[in-house]
C-alpha cells in the first residue's frame, strides 16, 4: 500500500496541512511538532509526489509549448533542443499547436487562465503576437522561437537572416552566377524581407542588382518553387542561379528545372534556406543557409528555465549564427 500524507497526519496526530506545512517549510509549526512529523515520514518511508510539492510551492514544474502545425519540417528539430534542454532543468512540457486555428488557441489560453504551466515558449508566433505579449505582462514568462519581430519586452532566440542571405549571395557570386532569381516568403514577414534585402544587397554591391521582375512572392510551398521557374521562363527572364527563402519552394526549383531542361547546377544553380533534413536527400542534393534550429530550441529552454529560477534574460533577441552548407545543387560533387 502507498503511503500517503493521510497516513503521516494520523500516525503524528496532526492536520494533513501541518505535515504539508513541514515538509514544504511553509508557515509556522512549533519545533516539537515539526521533528515528530519528520519522525514520522522516516518511519512510513513516505515520499511525496513531485506534483505536490510543486502545487505546494506555487509551482506546476511543467513548461508550456505552444507550436504552429507539427508537419512543418522544422519544426522537429525546434522541439528535440527545446525537449533536450527542458529535461535536463527537470521541466515537463505541454505541448499545443494552433492546428485548428482560433478553436487551438481558445483551449490554449484557458490553460493560461488555470495556471497549468510555470512558463511558456512560443515557436514562430504569426498572428498571436498581441495575446502574447498580454501573457508575458501579466507576469508569466515567456520566450519566443522566431525568426520574426518579436515585441517590446519579450525576450526571443532567432536565426540570422542577413547573414545567411549573404552568405548565399557571396557563394553564387564566388561561382561566377550573375543573374539570380529570388523567390522569397510571404509578404509581411520580417523574415521575407531580412532576406531579401541582404541577398540582393550583396548583389549590387558587386555590380550586379537584381531586378525587380526576377524577385517572386512565395509562401514556402514547393508549388510556389514550380510556378516561379515557370512565370520567369515565360516572360524570358534570363537566370543561372535561384535563391529560395525555404528549404520546400527550393525542392520545387529544382523539380519545374528539370522539365525545363535546364541541368542544376550546370545551367542553373539553386540554394535554399533551413537545410532542415531532407536537404541533403534530393536529386541533386540541396545547398542551403543552415538554421540551427536544434540550437534555437535549446536556447530558448535553457533562457526559460533561467528566468524561471529568478534570473535576468536578455532584452535583445538572441541571434544563433547560420552556416552555408555547400551541396550538389550548386557545385557538382566528384564522385570516387
Known amino acids: 500500500m502507498r503511503v500517503t500524507i493521510a497516513h503521516v497526519a494520523l500516525r503524528a496526530g496532526v492536520s494533513k496541512a501541518t505535515v504539508s506545512r513541514v515538509l514544504n517549510g511553509k508557515g509556522e509549526t512549533d519545533a516539537a ?18 506534483r505536490a510539492v510543486s502545487l505546494a510551492k506555487g509551482r506546476t514544474g511543467v513548461v508550456g509549448v505552444l507550436a504552429p502545425a507539427l508537419t512543418r519540417p522544422w519544426i522537429a528539430q525546434v522541439m528535440q533542443g527545446v525537449v533536450d534542454s527542458m529535461e535536463n ?17 481558445r483551449r490554449f489560453a484557458g490553460q493560461v487562465d488555470a495556471n497549468a504551466f510555470d512558463g511558456l515558449l512560443v515557436i514562430e508566433p504569426e498572428e498571436t503576437v498581441p495575446a502574447v505579449a498580454k501573457m508575458a505582462s501579466a507576469a508569466l514568462p515567456v520566450v519566443l522561437i522566431s525568426d520574426r519581430e518579436a515585441g517590446p519586452g519579450i525576450p526571443a532566440v532567432a536565426s540570422g537572416n542577413r547573414p545567411g542571405a549573404r552568405q548565399a549571395a557571396e557563394h553564387l557570386l564566388g561561382l561566377g552566377r ?12 520580417d523574415c521575407t524581407a531580412e532576406r531579401r534585402e541582404a541577398f540582393t544587397g550583396v548583389f549590387a554591391e558587386a555590380g550586379f542588382p537584381v531586378p525587380a521582375q526576377a524577385c517572386f512572392p512565395g509562401d514556402y510551398s514547393g508549388e510556389s518553387g514550380r510556378v516561379a521557374v515557370s512565370r520567369a521562363v515565360a516572360d524570358g527572364i534570363e537566370f543561372d542561379a535561384v535563391f529560395a527563402h525555404n528549404d520546400l519552394s527550393a525542392s520545387g526549383v529544382l523539380q519545374m528545372l528539370g522539365t525545363t531542361g535546364r541541368p542544376v547546377p550546370e545551367s542553373v544553380a539553386v540554394v535554399g534556406f533551413d537545410d532542415a533534413g531532407h536537404a541533403a536527400l534530393g536529386a541533386p542534393a540541396l545547398t542551403a543557409v543552415h538554421r540551427p534550429l536544434r540550437d534555437m530550441g535549446a536556447e530558448a529552454a535553457r533562457m526559460l528555465a533561467s528566468a524561471l529560477a529568478g534570473a535576468a534574460v536578455p532584452d535583445e533577441p538572441v541571434e544563433i549564427a547560420t552556416d552555408l552548407v555547400v551541396r550538389e545543387s550548386t557545385v557538382r560533387q566528384s564522385r570516387a
Open 33 to 50: 511538532t515539526a521533528a515528530r512529523v519528520r519522525r514520522v515520514v522516516k518511519e512510513l518511508g513516505y515520499v511525496p509526489s513531485a
Open 89 to 105: 532543468s527537470g521541466h515537463g512540457l505541454m505541448l499545443f499547436t494552433r492546428t485548428r486555428g482560433d478553436d487551438s488557441f
Open 178 to 189: 550573375r543573374r539570380p532569381l529570388v523567390l522569397a516568403g510571404p509578404d509581411g514577414y
